[in-house]
């Protein structure tokens, strides 16, 4: 769903800017709150992983395709504000390095892409983690509603724009039809994306998915003739350690693979917004894009004409690229969290 130039007037383009920019300034701040030693260096890996998953292009009716938004899976795995700065972080790379959505459009596409979706399913996914019994199989399914329900959400945003600053006159109402129609459909892969990948990690190490921290159930001792929690047992901090590092690991391989590889064997369909865009006529004053001169752009590599050979390399830079830009950002977030003010000390006299 990445918007290209052109769809957006210029008026609108720049409001969603703004909007764009608060919503990652808020993202930043909260951001602070949310990550920790363990969780930060993860943050960098989950916005690699959407970047190689979102290559991964899926049919989903005739002639058109689909690929993870990915607002939901980095919500509940590190966070909301977390999330939305990791599908900022992506959508930046991918249109600076890939000329892939508009940089003018930019601001449509982190509100869309980035702020609709944490913001719709991680609210849905707390209320229905609320009323469900707290379980890994209950949290997964969370996870897959709340992923299909952001997928239409953000195709109702992005025509809800259309509406205001389109650059073509047309009906509305045949826009949201087609749009939220594919997009439900959309929604049902990036639902299973997202569950697969959230059950995964939560049989590994649920403590490093934010949505199922407390997912455990406290062990109980009888004192007295009643029940009080037992006092947890930490695990060794270098085994812990040694574990998040091979989570860490095993997630780039996989990223890598996807990006690489996999991604080789991905729909070559246009997406579900191409696709009404050509159906509806709203792609008439399409530009093209600032970085179409990218040596990436159209992820492959400008010179070499084995198209697998090309679109793999291009995978693994972005992967490579995106998880050190992002890595980058959330360790300087981490070392910018507000320290506890530090204990009043005695001096005392030799």
């Avoid at 019994?133 to 945003?157: E, N």
């Avoid at 729909?267 to 894009?289: C, F, M, R, T, Y």
């Avoid at 291009?314 to 977030?333: D, E, K, L, N, Q």
Wanted: with cysteine.
């Amino acid at each position: 769903m990445h918007v290209p130039d052109g769809f957006i007037n210029a008026p609108v383009s720049a409001v969603a800017g703004v909007v764009a920019a608060g919503a990652v300034a808020v993202g930043l701040r909260g951001a602070r709150r949310e990550l920790d030693e363990r969780t930060a260096p993860l943050a960098g890996l989950v916005a690699a992983f959407i970047f190689a998953v979102q290559m991964l292009n899926f049919p989903v009716a005739a002639g058109t395709s689909g690929h993870l938004l990915g607002g939901a899976l980095a919500a509940i795995l590190v966070g909301p504000y977390t999330g939305l700065l990791c599908i900022a972080v992506v959508l930046l790379m991918q249109g600076i390095l890939f000329a892939d959505g508009g940089l003018t459009a930019l601001g449509v596409n982190i509100t869309v892409m980035g702020v609709v979706t944490t913001v719709v399913a991680y609210a849905l996914f707390r209320g229905l983690t609320r009323v469900l019994p707290r379980t890994r199989r209950s949290t997964t399914a969370a996870a897959f509603v709340a992923a299909l329900v952001s997928v239409p959400a953000a195709a109702v945003a992005f025509t809800l724009i259309y509406a205001i600053g389109g650059t073509t006159d047309v009906p509305i109402g045949k826009v949201l039809t087609a749009m939220v129609g594919v997009h439900v459909l959309i929604g049902i892969g990036e639902a299973a994306i997202t569950a697969l990948t959230v059950g995964a990690v939560i049989a590994v190490r649920p403590d490093l998915v934010h949505g199922a921290r407390g997912l455990a159930a406290p062990l109980k001792l009888r004192v007295d003739g009643e029940l009080v929690d037992a006092p947890a047992a930490p695990a060794p901090a270098p085994a812990a350690a040694r574990s998040t590092r091979r989570v860490w690991a095993a997630g780039l391989v996989a990223a890598l693979v996807l990006a690489g590889f996999v991604s080789f064997y991905a729909s070559a369909n246009p997406d579900g917004l191409e696709k009404v865009a050509a159906d509806k006529g709203i792609d008439e004053k399409v530009q093209e894009h600032d970085a179409a001169g990218s040596p990436l752009a159209g992820y492959g590599v400008k010179d070499i004409s084995n198209a697998r050979v090309s679109g793999g390399l291009a995978g693994v830079i972005g992967v490579g690229v995106t998880v050190a830009v992002g890595s980058g950002v959330f360790w300087v977030v981490r070392r910018r969290r507000t320290p506890a003010a530090p204990e009043s000390r005695t001096t005392e006299s030799v």
